[in-house]
């Protein structure tokens, strides 16, 4: 079974610039997380998705971000314009429960 | 204070050493407690679930939740040098209810 995937792995872009992050989740897991992890930090939750509903987005910078998940599935996360503090890395995890989350390796965004 | 406290460490152990890693919660409404392993450049990796107060034990690796004291420990025996990883503790309400609120981390590096 395929794992959460991600892409890019790594993104290196300048302040205001837009980038954009995929996810493709485990198959039939509903629940669909983005976390943002800064170094040396555990990772801190963005959005969370129930299918294609946005249950909670209460930890989202909503001036700045934004976040879709069409048709309940694969999901993109995106940034405009990006902030030099935006550099983290983002990470995309799904869940069959909500218990037990399986994560993808993430995508390591630097902002110079 | 945050709601899942964990020392960063860095922790360095000889090969072979027992590992006790540790966490304290503050929301005595978390009913699941995960181990999460994170190797460099990776996405975080279940590796221990327990739910409410207990032990679990998984080879040589042991999960103990005390919600009396909302103290979260993770002990690892004969530790070996592909154990090297940091390690996050998290929590949440369990199901649809709530987010994993994941620690800090902390650093573990086991010396052959």
């Known amino acids: 079974e395929a794992g959460v995937v991600q892409s890019p792995r790594y993104k290196i872009i300048e302040k205001k610039q837009p980038v954009a992050f995929w996810c493709n989740p485990i198959s039939g897991h509903n629940t669909l997380y983005w976390y943002r992890q800064n170094l040396g930090q555990g990772p801190e939750l963005l959005i969370r998705y129930e299918n294609e509903e946005a249950v909670d987005d209460s930890q989202l910078p909503k001036d700045r971000f934004s976040a879709e998940r069409l048709k309940g599935v694969d999901s993109t996360l995106k940034i405009q314009p990006a902030e030099l503090g935006d550099s983290a890395v983002y990470l995309c995890a799904s869940s069959l429960d909500g218990r037990g989350y399986t994560f993808g390796s993430g995508t390591r965004l630097t902002v110079v | 204070q945050k709601e899942v406290e964990q020392d960063p460490g860095p922790l360095s152990v000889p090969e072979g050493a027992i590992v006790s890693l540790n966490c304290t919660y503050s929301?005595?409404?978390?009913?699941?407690f995960m181990w999460y392993r994170q190797y460099s450049r990776k996405g975080p990796e279940l590796l221990m679930y327990?739910?409410?107060?207990g032990n679990k034990e998984d080879g040589r690796f042991t999960a103990q939740v005390d919600k009396s004291s909302k103290y979260i420990s993770l002990f690892i025996r004969d530790s070996q040098p592909s154990d090297s990883a940091t390690y996050l503790c998290a929590a949440n309400y369990g199901g649809s209810q709530g987010n994993l609120i994941f620690g800090k981390g902390t650093k573990l590096s086991v010396k052959p």
């Open positions: 327990t739910y409410s107060s």
């Open positions: 929301n005595s409404a978390f009913q699941y």
